[in-house]
C-alpha cells in the first residue's frame, strides 16, 4: 500500500466518523472533498520537506514558504483540519486540542520515511 493510499484511507476514516454529528452531510462532504483535493500538494510539499506534522495535528513549514499559493494551501488545510478536531470533540466529548493531539499521533505513525514529523516534547526530526 502506497503512502498516498494510506493516508487517503485515513483521512477517509476520520471524515466518516464525522458522519454521527450534528453536521449536516453536505458540510461534511465539502470537508473531504477540499481536504482530498489538497492532499496531492501538500504531499508533494512534505516529501520536498518544506512541510511538516506538527504534534498539534496541523501542517507547520520547515523551510520558507516557497510561494503565496503554497502558503495558502496550508492555511486552508489547518483551517479544515481544526474544524474537524471541533467536530470530532463534540462528537466525543473531548477538546478540540485533544482530538489534535492524538491525530497527530496518528499521523507521525502513518507518516512515510523524510517526513517531518514533531514529537509531543516539540522536537522535530525527519522520520526513518
Known amino acids: 500500500m502506497t503512502f498516498l493510499t494510506l493516508r487517503f484511507l485515513l483521512l477517509a476514516g476520520l471524515l466518516l466518523a464525522l458522519t454521527g454529528t450534528a453536521l449536516a452531510e453536505t458540510d461534511a462532504s465539502v470537508l473531504r472533498q477540499r481536504m482530498e483535493a489538497r492532499l496531492p500538494a501538500i504531499d508533494r510539499l512534505k516529501a520536498q520537506q518544506l512541510l511538516g506534522e506538527n504534534n498539534r495535528g496541523l501542517l507547520e513549514w520547515r523551510a520558507a514558504v516557497p510561494n503565496e499559493r503554497s502558503g495558502q494551501l496550508v492555511e486552508e488545510e489547518n483551517r479544515d ?15 478540540p486540542e485533544a482530538v489534535a493531539r492524538l491525530r497527530a499521533r496518528n499521523i507521525a505513525k502513518a507518516s512515510a520515511p523524510g517526513i517531518w514529523i514533531q514529537h509531543e516534547d516539540g522536537n522535530w526530526y525527519l522520520k526513518e
Not at 483540519?81 to 477538546?95: D, E, M, P, W
Open 81 to 95: 483540519r481544526r474544524a474537524v478536531y471541533v467536530l470530532l470533540a463534540r462528537q466525543t466529548g473531548g477538546t
